[in-house]
């Protein structure tokens, strides 16, 4: 479970030190406030909240909360394991550290944890639908980067309407 | 022409849609080029977040595995009022610690996220560059203590621990079920569709030298897990659990546990564990084999008497109390209070008032 609440807490910061020192002071808080912890509450569920919590609390005390919330390109590509055959997906890194902490948190949760969206939303402390939502933006993002090297539509409701391509339809117009 | 928007080509991508929805889109796919590309680069999408994340876990493990062995807190050491204080303490963070890592038998031995962040460049590098020899955590719980560290270590769990995490997992449609439906396995195989989902797999493994012998509900917190359990010639059982989580496909990562090996992996938003006291080789072979199966029979059930209530309409029994670490969450569920700070969308604002996460227990 640690390193899951590891990955978590660096993911969310976007920084291998900074989400250690994350997770420590968060199960340092957990440690000191268990009498809070409520029987029947998974653990994991709990500590992935705890550390989330503590982590907007944390940045809602700095003046300029956006741009503590920047993660760097290479401080972002360490959190990926890059041992003996195994294969960076530069793209992918470069999708998510681009992403804002909480869409990347939403992500992580639902494809890398298998969370459905209720226990994602608890985590998070956000509705379903607004997993769902950021889900939808976040996959549509990264197919329409995957996408581009070869044209593909941005939506494909866009592209029924316009079966030949937008630019098609825009220079019929012309 | 048809129009699908991306909230339901995610949705099927993720394996949220119900069955017929599911076969309405497999149809539109069939005849619509477009859609079927975007759908294909979904698929990638989702494959490769996923790829993303077991790679930014697999540095963690690697990390946690190389991981000196935990020193106490400072707090601790420096708020040595008495030791009465101190032994309070101890206790607290002893079965906080426990109760972190029960259940999951994660390493025994916590790595320095508790420790004193390193001061000195020397420290500091001891801190950055792991051992040259990765020392497994079993290994680092009987090595004599560094000098200046205190090791912090779980005693094996007793039998009685064991056990009750076990009972944790059985649920009233664990033994509910007529023990004569478990010979039809396309039975079976439908009871535990219902549960799990229409993708769930009930593999037929005769060719490999394992015979279905018989299948249960299970449940992990408020979830169906489905537990089909294969006899061989002559060793202990292997067991398939298959679970609803997350969406689309991820490869096989393999585990040992002490005697017992698994393969763990994701496959039409249903995950699976293959465990038994296998080589990898072979539990990799037969996953392999499973993964080609077909998904379970697609058929209305028989109406056996017996059968009632059905698996995944059984209730739950208040009088089976799963464990702290492992149960569902209640009504009153801290996390469910929104008691965390208020949600905030893509991008964080500064808000009044002091943060605090799940609410105590009255």
Same mark, same amino acid.
């Given at each position: 479970?640690?390193?899951?609440?590891?990955?978590?807490?660096?993911?969310?910061?976007?920084?291998?030190?900074?989400?250690?020192?994350?997770?420590?002071?968060?199960?340092?808080?957990?440690?000191?406030?268990?009498?809070?912890?409520?029987?029947?509450?998974?653990?994991?569920?709990?500590?992935?909240?705890?550390?989330?919590?503590?982590?907007?609390?944390?940045?809602?005390?700095?003046?300029d909360?956006?741009?503590?919330a920047?993660?760097?390109?290479t401080?972002?590509?360490?959190?990926?394991?890059?041992?003996?055959?195994?294969?960076?997906?530069?793209?992918?890194?470069?999708?998510?550290?681009?992403?804002?902490?909480?869409?990347?948190?939403?992500?992580?949760?639902?494809?890398?944890?298998g969370?459905?969206?209720?226990?994602?939303?608890?985590?998070?402390?956000?509705?379903?639908d607004?997993?769902?939502?950021?889900?939808?933006?976040?996959?549509?993002?990264?197919?329409?980067?995957?996408?581009?090297?070869?044209?593909?539509?941005?939506?494909?409701t866009?592209?029924?309407?316009?079966?030949?391509?937008?630019?098609?339809?825009?220079d019929?117009?012309q | 022409?048809?129009?699908?928007?991306?909230?339901?080509?995610?949705?099927?991508?993720?394996?949220?849609?119900?069955?017929?929805?599911?076969?309405?889109?497999?149809?539109?796919?069939?005849?619509?080029d477009?859609? =079927?590309?975007?759908?294909?680069?979904?698929?990638?999408?989702?494959?490769?977040?996923?790829?993303?994340?077991?790679?930014?876990?697999a540095?963690?493990v690697?990390?946690?595995? =190389?991981?000196?062995?935990?020193?106490?807190?400072?707090?601790?050491?420096?708020?040595?009022?008495g030791?009465?204080?101190v032994?309070?303490?101890?206790?607290?963070?002893?079965? *906080?610690?426990?109760?972190?890592?029960?259940?999951?038998?994660?390493?025994?031995?916590?790595?320095?996220?508790?420790?004193?962040?390193?001061?000195?460049?020397?420290?500091?590098?001891?801190?950055?560059?792991?051992?040259?020899?990765?020392?497994?955590?079993?290994?680092?719980?009987?090595?004599?203590p *560094?000098?200046?560290?205190?090791?912090?270590?779980?005693?094996?769990?007793t039998?009685?621990?064991?056990?009750?995490?076990?009972? =944790?997992?059985?649920?009233?449609?664990?033994?509910?079920?007529?023990?004569?439906?478990?010979?039809?396995?396309?039975?079976?195989?439908?009871?535990?569709?219902?549960?799990?989902?229409?993708?769930?797999?009930?593999?037929?493994?005769?060719?490999?030298?394992?015979?279905?012998?018989?299948?249960?509900?299970?449940?992990?917190?408020?979830?169906?897990?489905?537990?089909?359990?294969?006899?061989?010639?002559?060793?202990?059982p292997?067991?398939?659990?298959?679970?609803?989580?997350?969406?689309?496909?991820?490869?096989?990562?393999?585990?040992?546990?002490?005697?017992?090996?698994?393969?763990?992996?994701?496959?039409?938003?249903?995950?699976?564990?293959?465990?038994?006291?296998?080589?990898?080789?072979?539990?990799?072979?037969?996953?392999?084999?499973?993964?080609?199966?077909?998904?379970?029979?697609?058929?209305?059930?028989?109406?056996?008497?017996?059968l009632?209530?059905?698996?995944?309409q059984?209730?739950?029994?208040?009088?089976?109390?799963?464990?702290?670490?492992?149960?569902?969450?209640? *009504?009153?569920?801290?996390?469910?209070?929104?008691?965390?700070?208020?949600?905030?969308?893509?991008?964080?604002?500064?808000?009044?008032?002091?943060?605090?996460?799940?609410?105590?227990?009255?």
């Amino acid at each position: 479970m640690l390193p899951r609440l590891k990955r978590f807490a660096d993911v969310l910061v976007g920084d291998k030190a900074e989400g250690k020192a994350l997770l420590r002071r968060a199960l340092m808080r957990m440690l000191a406030d268990q009498h809070r912890y409520q029987r029947g509450t998974p653990l994991d569920r709990w500590a992935f909240a705890e550390i989330y919590g503590l982590w907007l609390h944390e940045l809602r005390d700095h003046a300029d909360p956006l741009r503590q919330a920047k993660a760097s390109d290479t401080d972002f590509e360490r959190l990926f394991h890059q041992g003996q055959g195994a294969d960076f997906d530069a793209l992918t890194a470069g999708f998510l550290g681009h992403l804002p902490p909480q869409q990347r948190s939403t992500l992580l949760l639902v494809y890398g944890e298998g969370f459905d969206h209720e226990d994602a939303g608890r985590v998070l402390d956000s509705s379903p639908d607004t997993i769902a939502a950021r889900l939808i933006r976040a996959s549509a993002s990264l197919a329409d980067r995957l996408g581009s090297s070869a044209p593909t539509p941005a939506s494909a409701t866009i592209e029924t309407l316009f079966p030949k391509g937008p630019q098609d339809h825009n220079d019929r117009a012309q | 022409m048809t129009e699908l928007s991306d909230e339901l080509l995610v949705a099927y991508v993720d394996g949220q849609l119900a069955r017929a929805q599911t076969r309405a889109v497999e149809r539109v796919l069939e005849q619509d080029d477009v859609i =079927a590309r975007r759908v294909d680069a979904l698929k990638q999408a989702h494959g490769r977040l996923e790829s993303a994340f077991e790679a930014i876990l697999a540095g963690e493990v690697s990390e946690v595995m =190389a991981a000196q062995p935990m020193a106490p807190p400072p707090a601790l050491r420096s708020r040595g009022n008495g030791l009465v204080k101190v032994g309070l303490a101890t206790v607290g963070i002893g079965l *906080a610690l426990a109760a972190l890592v029960a259940g999951y038998g994660w390493p025994l031995v916590v790595p320095d996220l508790l420790a004193t962040p390193p001061s000195s460049p020397q420290q500091q590098q001891q801190a950055v560059a792991p051992p040259l020899a990765p020392q497994r955590p079993q290994q680092a719980v009987a090595a004599p203590p *560094a000098p200046q560290q205190q090791q912090v270590a779980a005693a094996p769990p007793t039998w009685q621990e064991q056990a009750a995490r076990a009972h =944790a997992l059985l649920s009233r449609a664990t033994v509910e079920v007529g023990l004569e439906s478990q010979g039809n396995q396309d039975l079976v195989a439908f009871q535990i569709a219902q549960a799990i989902g229409p993708a769930v797999k009930l593999p037929d493994l005769k060719a490999q030298g394992l015979k279905f012998v018989r299948a249960q509900l299970l449940r992990y917190g408020d979830k169906p897990l489905a537990q089909m359990l294969y006899l061989g010639v002559a060793k202990d059982p292997l067991a398939l659990y298959a679970m609803r989580g997350g969406g689309g496909s991820s490869g096989p990562l393999f585990r040992q546990e002490g005697a017992i090996g698994s393969m763990s992996w994701r496959e039409d938003g249903i995950a699976y564990l293959l465990a038994g006291e296998e080589e990898e080789a072979v539990l990799s072979r037969l996953v392999e084999k499973i993964r080609n199966e077909p998904s379970a029979p697609d058929m209305p059930p028989p109406p056996p008497p017996r059968l009632e209530p059905q698996l995944s309409q059984a209730p739950a029994d208040p009088a089976i109390s799963p464990s702290a670490a492992e149960s569902p969450p209640t *009504a009153s569920d801290p996390l469910a209070t929104g008691s965390t700070p208020a949600p905030q969308q893509a991008s964080p604002e500064p808000a009044a008032g002091p943060q605090s996460g799940p609410a105590p227990t009255p």
